[in-house]
């Protein structure tokens, strides 16, 4: 997913104006504040937790270092709004390309002539002091840019996802834990007696947003899509369930892969999800520093694209579409309208959804009824980003904005989409609308699935 917008551009065209935040000013100050302290504190949890020189290594070249996004995060904060929105000098100019991330790749960051770890935590501690004081003078109205706080919501986002993108370098790195780690939460009781797949009748539904205040670029706009009616899986694919998978030789059978998927795995030598090892006849995995048992009840993580492809094949189903898991996720069809998350319009809390780190780990499969999509389908939101079918493109009447950086330079078949985020979001970057974005080779992300089959014959030229 694209966490590292580049030096601020001139903004392009605006695309339809988000309906003004439902909150007077106080309360939008308040709420954007708490938002970006929340943010700060999980950095601080995040880079507080390892000596410097944790903070300055390299622990995959697949990742930055922590001090790197540590003093990105400052920065792209400083450009957009001390410098964007306040008019302010730049503080640090010389330092603004080397945290430009389309100018540098992450395997070139440790040899940069980075901000030391004392330096970076006070250059975004200074950062945020003055970024807090712009807040209380700024009118949240007016330009697209300021309505209803959407560049302070963007910059609270922008810091969340580095979050999680600073989490899976935690589950990167070497040595012993050092992250608080709590137990997941029990799975309910009705958990095994669920049906395993559910429908969701077809006809049109609303896909995107227009009105969300803080939704991206890419979420917009709002749109009708015909879905024709399919089964989907009640909840993500298990660890006991994909371990079938590996058991029946899915690894080993050329007719589960896509000819790029095949390749891929033949190349990269893949036998079994990142971070598991055979034990015996059993599998152990490594999880942020601990080796443990992969417990069978939970959704399987770690796996690529086209690992979550194959199994979907070996079981005689396939991927969702996007806009079938979006639907899924979002239309109610007792009212016909699309729902801000599964269960309703209410912002998440600890009883709907697995997000914010508060479980270092997956829920068990089943958990969180209360988040339960009208149709009964659990768990769409947390615990794991689930891989679709579908490849990353714009929406019909899509307009870059304010910054084409953030997804029309990652439209097209390269990209699949993922949705409804894992145990490592934050509820600010998590919403029915919201798109992730990645490589399908990619397996470091707390990535994994559920399936699907056609419950109505498709037509040529459907949808």
């Known amino acids: 997913m694209n966490t590292e917008p580049s030096a601020q551009p001139e903004p392009s065209a605006q695309p339809e104006p988000a309906s003004p935040a439902p909150t007077s000013p106080a309360p939008l100050r308040e709420r954007i504040a708490a938002e970006l302290l929340a943010a700060r504190e999980r950095t601080a949890v995040l880079t507080g937790s390892v000596d ?3 903070l300055t290594a390299q622990h995959s070249p697949l990742m930055s270092p922590l001090v790197w996004d540590l003093a990105h995060i400052g920065n792209q904060e400083e450009l957009w709004l001390l410098r964007g929105v306040g008019g302010r000098d730049p503080m640090h100019p010389e330092i603004d390309p080397l945290y430009d991330a389309f100018e540098h790749p992450r395997s070139e960051r440790p040899s940069l002539p980075l901000l030391p770890p004392a330096e970076a ?58 992250l608080a780690d709590p137990p997941p939460p029990p799975a309910p009781a009705d958990a095994a007696a669920l049906p395993a797949e559910v ?59 896509t000819p790029e998927g095949w390749e891929h795995r033949r190349r990269a030598g893949l036998e079994a999800p990142l971070f598991w090892s055979r034990e015996g006849t059993g599998w152990l995995r490594r999880r942020f520093g601990s080796t443990e048992p992969v417990p069978d009840d939970e959704p399987v993580l ?44 209410a912002d998440p809390t600890p009883a709907h959804a697995n997000l914010g780190q508060r479980h270092l780990r997956p829920a068990p499969a089943g958990s969180y009824p209360a988040g ?32 084409r950086e ?54 040529p030229g459907g949808a």
């Not at 080779?441 to 994994?448: D, E, K, N, P, S």
């Open 52 to 54: 410097d020189r944790d």
């Open 121 to 178: 935590r006070g250059y975004a501690h200074e950062v945020r002091g003055r970024v807090l004081d712009l807040l209380e003078t700024t009118a949240l109205d007016g330009p697209p840019l300021l309505r209803g706080g959407f560049v302070f919501g963007m910059i609270a986002q922008h810091e969340q996802q580095h979050d999680e993108t600073m989490l899976i370098t935690h589950q990167l790195r070497q040595g012993p834990p050092v």
């Open 199 to 257: 429908l969701v009748p077809g006809g049109p539904f609303t896909m995107g947003t227009s009105g969300e205040p803080w939704a991206l670029d890419n979420e917009r706009p709002a749109h009708q899509v015909h879905v024709p009616g399919f089964l989907l899986d009640t909840t993500p694919v298990t660890n006991g369930a994909y371990q079938r998978f590996i058991t029946d030789g899915g690894y080993q059978d050329p007719r589960w892969w």
């Open 302 to 345: 770690h796996v690529s694209w086209y690992e979550a492809d194959a199994y979907a094949r070996w079981a005689g189903r396939r991927l969702p579409t996007e806009a079938e898991w979006e639907k899924a996720a979002r239309h109610d069809p007792a009212t016909g309208r699309s729902r801000r998350y599964p269960w309703g319009d």
């Open 372 to 403: 339960a999509s009208p149709q009964g389908v659990r768990q769409l939101m947390g615990d794991v980003w689930e891989w679709t079918a579908s490849d990353f493109r714009p929406y019909p009447g899509f307009s870059a904005w304010p910054y």
């Open 406 to 459: 953030y997804s029309e330079v990652f439209f097209g078949d390269r990209y699949k989409v993922l949705r409804g985020g894992s145990f490592g979001v934050a509820p600010i970057a998590c919403r029915g609308t919201f798109r992730n974005w990645d490589h399908p080779v990619r397996r470091q992300i707390f990535a994994g699935f559920r399936t699907a089959r056609d419950a109505e014959p498709r037509h």
